[in-house]
């Protein structure tokens, strides 16, 4: 079945430093959906990427959709205590419409002081 | 608008009971989901729902029963429970996009202990 995998797991950051987070997926997606969850939270959307190699900016977040549409990242740019959190990436099912989204596995970010 | 809203937020259940889990939503959206959220698993996906009347499988269906009769509600059904289904699920719903654009909208969560 689809797979999409989140690399790395988990990231400790000192405060100021950057954060990246990546995605792939084992098939081509027509867009791709991320999202935050902050501890005891649930996740909340932040972004959809629908274009190849596309690029969106969110103040001190980047996000970029991978010429084959097969992968994506997150990056951001000196981290801030507000970070914390689980970041997730999504991707509709190539079955079914679209209208199943296979999320990967999170990256977990932790901001130190 | 309350957004969607899942009842209850915590439950403990021993092992074979049923219990049903509620999720509303108001904001009219056709599409509804659930998933659940184990460690280092992510979220994986129960079951959906494109409008009333009508449902379909997702990842992790097997256990699970649900149903659409309005547009607002997505109940989860466990008919009797194993410890294998403590975790914490999520509704979540969207309007229905074109070539799979949904945007989903979470509940706050409920966490279920299976003992």
């Known amino acids: 079945g689809q797979q999409v995998m989140q690399i790395p797991q988990y990231q400790h950051v000192q405060e100021g430093e950057d954060f990246t987070t990546y995605c792939n997926s084992s098939t081509t997606l027509s867009n791709i959906q991320w999202y935050k969850q902050r501890p005891g939270g649930h996740p909340v959307f932040l972004i959809q990427?629908?274009?190849?190699?596309e690029v969106k900016k969110q103040k001190r977040l980047t996000f970029q959709f991978g010429e084959a549409k097969k992968n994506s990242s997150l990056h951001i740019t000196a981290t801030q205590t507000t970070d914390v959190g689980t970041y997730f990436c999504a991707g509709p099912w190539v079955t079914g419409g679209g209208n199943k989204l296979t999320f990967g596995t999170g990256t977990q970010l932790k901001v130190e002081l | 608008n309350a957004g969607v809203t899942q009842t209850p937020k915590f439950q403990v259940l021993k092992t074979g009971q049923s219990m049903t889990l509620q999720c509303a939503q108001d904001?009219?959206?056709?599409?509804m989901s659930w998933y659940r959220q184990d460690p280092g698993m992510g979220l994986r996906l129960i079951h959906y729902s494109v409008g009333a009347g009508i449902t379909d499988q997702g990842e992790v269906p097997n256990g699970y029963n649900v149903s659409r009769s309005t547009t607002e509600d997505f109940p989860l059904r466990l008919l009797s429970a194993a410890p294998s289904q403590t975790s914490v699920y999520f509704c979540a719903s969207s309007f229905l996009g074109q070539g799979g654009t949904n945007v989903l909208t979470f509940g706050a969560g409920s966490r279920l202990t299976v003992l």
């Open positions: 904001m009219n959206h056709e599409y």
């Open positions: 990427l629908v274009k190849s190699g």
